[in-house]
């Protein structure tokens, strides 16, 4: 077998459909508001304008042009007008996308996106329509109904080294094990290891580049986050990282050749049997097409996905019968930072130092993905653990 690793811009590799010329998302954003604008708006400041989207996270804006195209498509089909909202209007708006049976965490950000808009736009007056008593009634009416607990990301946690109760469905474990030795399967594999070890959002693990990683003396090493969702002025961070990772990072680097620039990037694949009728000596191919750019988050989800797959086919997993389907769907690019959260909890840390390992905003958000096993490390279980066997 003769194997070839070149590297080539991704514009070479085999692409999803995709525009060359993609709008920004400041671009997407501006040109949403435009739409509904109302003609008779006074001017407001080109500066103020700028300054407010520069201060946004990408992701941020984003979010809101997608919320502001449902709230349009909305007000398209009732016949309202978008801008200013109407108070009323926006407590229809509520009631009508809860009886779609979206979440109340969902209704929340599509109205503080709404908001958001009123604000950069000078339409608030004395407060945004969004923030009319009616309109916060609205929303705590449907989070009574519904309740607030919202739906998480199936966890990878570690597995049995860690856990033995973490082993049931997918685990870290048996998707390493299920990583190939080829290029695909190095990159995979060193991937999902430093993701997990780290607790990073898909955003800080798309841009990890190898001079960001330091490599201590017994094998681990730190790594530099330079900025974050909670990070949005750049102080930067650092994470640990094991001395497997680290092992497995470099198998990926050394076969990659990567000097510089992110360090999980596209793999493509193209392999040629060699001809029938040529001699029994010549040698199939392999040529591996190692892309220039950082994967993006669909990309690392389908990566999750795919070795996900594997792993069940290869007897790594077992789950009940029909659950398989479920529980790819259920795996995201959050799945790693769950799964580490929740695996120091069962290790019995604390909400606050795993708030501060994982970044976390605070110790609330942590012990929300992590509140079933906290219970086993509370005062309660600590105390009554040693007298009530």
Known sequence: MEIIVVRTEDAALPMRSRNADAETVDMRLL???GGIVPTDLPPISQLGLETTLSAMADATKAAIAADLD????WCGEESRKPLPADPEDVVRYVNALDARGKKPATLARRIASLGSVHRMMGLTGD?????APMVRAALKAVR???????RQAAPLRLGKALDPHAAKGFTLAALLDACGGDLQGLRDAALLSLGYDAGLRVSELTMVEARQIDPQEDGSATLFIPYSKTDQEQEGAWAWLSAETMRRVGAWLVASGI???????RVGVDRRRARETVPETALARTTYSIGTTS???????GIYRRVALTAYDKGLVTLAVGKLDDAIQALST???R????????AAGEDGAGIAQALRWSSPTTALRYGRKLAVRSNVAARVLSRVRK
């Open 31 to 33: 040109r949403t508001i």
């Open 70 to 73: 449902c709230w349009r498509d």
């Open 127 to 131: 407060a945004a329509p969004t923030d």
């Open 144 to 150: 009574r109904r519904k309740g607030a607990l919202q």
């Open 259 to 265: 000097e510089e620039g992110p360090l999980f990037r």
């Open 295 to 301: 994967l993006t988050r669909q990309g690392v989800n």
């Open 334 to 336: 959050h799945s790693l």
């Open 338 to 345: 769950v799964g580490l959260t929740q695996d120091l909890f």
